[in-house]
């Protein structure tokens, strides 16, 4: 497995592949690597001849106030995992390789305003900005990204169709802890009672499982998903939503395909969970 940190070498890496006419598939990351960016390792070793994992703690889709520096890092950890899962290749850039006084952006209207982006609102600009470039640098003909980031998943499926980039979005369901927790680099943040409170969020999401097929309207559905958080004293809520699968405006009747997605904060962490509903 190679590791590269600029631009410039990792673009003659996976030159010389495409030159032999092998597909690349791309794990976009920001490290701190736990089971659910394994799972999306071992997909893309499946359906690619190359596999490159990225690892890049992204300055420009943190806010003022967010937490870039506590944001865990573990690259020993990381390049360990990933050597375990078959990588071919991580990209492992520095602030400095990636940036430089940019005043270019990728941003994607509608989709980013609601649910994370209403209380993260560059958070959308960032990520669309550094999945563009790390398209462009790795040119990967599959890129991977997890069903739990589930808003992100629609921009980067629209940006991609929009901008007309030549790769295919897969997406990849949600790895969970035994008990149910959604596997997220932050759980490291919780202390324990954190920890046994965040259980809240997937007690939550399958009360919303439970009870969305009984013919119920959104605020009825929410109702019921918000009092089991509500019941959790070190809970606080940001947003519990049900909105369109494709726009991510809400939905006041669930007759169409929609996410129901949640944004929960356990003392000072902010968790997310989410389930799909098709009709
Ligand atoms: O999902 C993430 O870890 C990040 O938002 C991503 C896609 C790697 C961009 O920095």
């Known amino acids: ?28 990351t920001m490290g701190f690597l736990h089971e659910g960016h394994a799972s999306l ?58 940036y430089d006084d940019p005043r270019a952006y990728v941003s994607i209207e509608g989709l980013s305003d609601n649910l994370c982006g209403k209380s993260r609102p560059i958070h959308f600009r960032g990520v669309c900005t550094v999945v563009s470039k790390l398209f462009h640098i ?19 499926r629209k940006m991609v169709k929009d901008l007309n980039f030549d790769l295919k979005i897969v997406g990849c369901p949600i790895v969970r802890e035994a008990d149910g927790l959604a596997k997220s680099s932050r759980n490291t943040y919780l202390s324990p009672a954190e920890r046994e409170a965040a259980l809240c969020l997937s007690r939550s999401i399958r009360r919303g499982k439970e009870v969305i097929g009984m013919g119920m309207d959104s605020q009825t559905l929410l109702k019921e998903m918000r009092a089991v958080i509500e019941a959790e004293p070190l809970a606080r809520i940001d947003y519990v939503s049900v909105v369109d699968a ?13 996410l129901v997605a949640m944004a929960v904060y356990i003392g000072k962490t902010r968790l997310i969970d989410n389930f799909s509903y098709e009709i």
């Open 1 to 28: 497995m190679q590791i590269t940190k600029t631009v410039d070498e990792t673009r003659a890496v996976v030159k010389e592949w495409k030159r032999q006419g092998l597909t690349v598939g791309l794990v976009p």
């Open 41 to 98: 390792i071992e997909r893309c070793r499946q359906e690619n001849d190359r596999v490159v994992v990225s690892v890049f703690v992204n300055p420009t889709q943190f806010g003022p106030n967010e937490d870039l520096e506590a944001y865990p890092r573990d690259f020993a950890r990381d390049s360990a995992l990933c050597q375990e899962k078959g990588a071919d290749l991580i990209f492992h850039p520095e602030p400095e390789d990636m």
């Open 138 to 156: 790795v040119a990967p003909d599959r890129a991977y990204f997890g069903e739990k980031d589930a808003q992100q998943l629609a921009i980067i």
């Open 246 to 258: 494709l726009t991510m405006e809400d939905v006041s009747s669930i007759n169409r395909d929609v």
